[in-house]
Every structure is written in structure tokens, then in C-alpha cells.
């Protein structure tokens, strides 16, 4: 099982007491970081200080669950090296924060969208978006998008609260 929590709102004891029992929730605002846990297994948060704006990302041994890398990112070629080592049978768990899209290149989109991606085209300037993926699989249920539009959000400049868990089957 794992959950995807990219960042919460503004009032952060406010939020943190509303999201508690969800399984996986992404935020608003640039106030809180995601969390990102595999297997009851806080593996990023800002508790453990290791995330960061932009795409935090976790890559998962799929026979093991092990960790095998994990990291955020703002730019920088090294984020497509970590996204090109990527394996056949790796978990990929993705949390937003503030920002994701500008850092996605071309082939950064085109790499997710091979891992199953059905929205990472239209991500948009400060979209909350969680994905969970096996490479291998052809397209992810487990993925959610939410657009920043000034005219709905809920925080000034950035949107609602999403969310996003389930299993993988183990492979062997």
C-alpha cells in the first residue's frame, strides 16, 4: 500500500487535522512539503526534511518494496538521469510541490507518459499532481490532477486538496 501526500495548505495545523485519516492527499499553497509513504513507511516529508519544490520522487524495488532511490527536484540534468534509470518493475511514487511543471522537459514528459501518464501533457504552472506507477504497466489508475485556476482554487494561487493510494502487485 502506499500514499502520496505532495503538500498542505496554508493553515498548516488546520489542514494537517482535516487530511489526517485520508490515505493520501496532496495540499495547496507552498507552506508544507509531500509526504510519500510505501507499506505504512514514511519514506519523504518534511518531518524528515528530505523534500523540496518542485517533483518529489520515489523509486521502489517492485519484487522487494525496498527503497532504491529517492529525491526531489527543482531542475538540473540530474533529475533525468534519475528518471532514465528508471527499470522495468520499479515502483515510481510522485508528489508535486508548489511548481512541478517547470521543470518538465520534453523528455521528462515523455518519460512519464511512458510510465503511464495520462495528464503529464497538460501539466500546468502550480497543478497539484500525484502519480504512482509500475514500469511495465500500460497506463497508472493511480494518478490524480488538479489545475490552478485562480476562478477555483482554494488557497489565492493554488487549488484544492487531491489524493491518491492503492496496492501493486508483487512481482516475481
Known sequence: MFHLYP?????????????????????????????????????????????GRGLNIVLLDGETGNIVRSSYFKGSDDWLDFLRSIQPGHITLVASFDDPASILTDEAREIFRGLGSSVIQTLGTRDGWVFASQKGSKESPFEKHISNDEKTNRYERWPEIIDVSGCFHKRI
Open 7 to 51: 503538500y498542505l495548505g496554508p493553515d498548516l495545523r488546520a489542514e494537517t487535522r482535516r487530511t489526517a485519516h485520508r490515505p493520501a492527499s496532496s495540499g495547496a499553497a507552498d507552506v508544507v512539503g509531500p509526504k510519500i509513504c510505501f507499506e505504512g513507511k514514511v519514506i519523504m516529508s518534511g518531518v524528515k526534511n528530505n523534500v
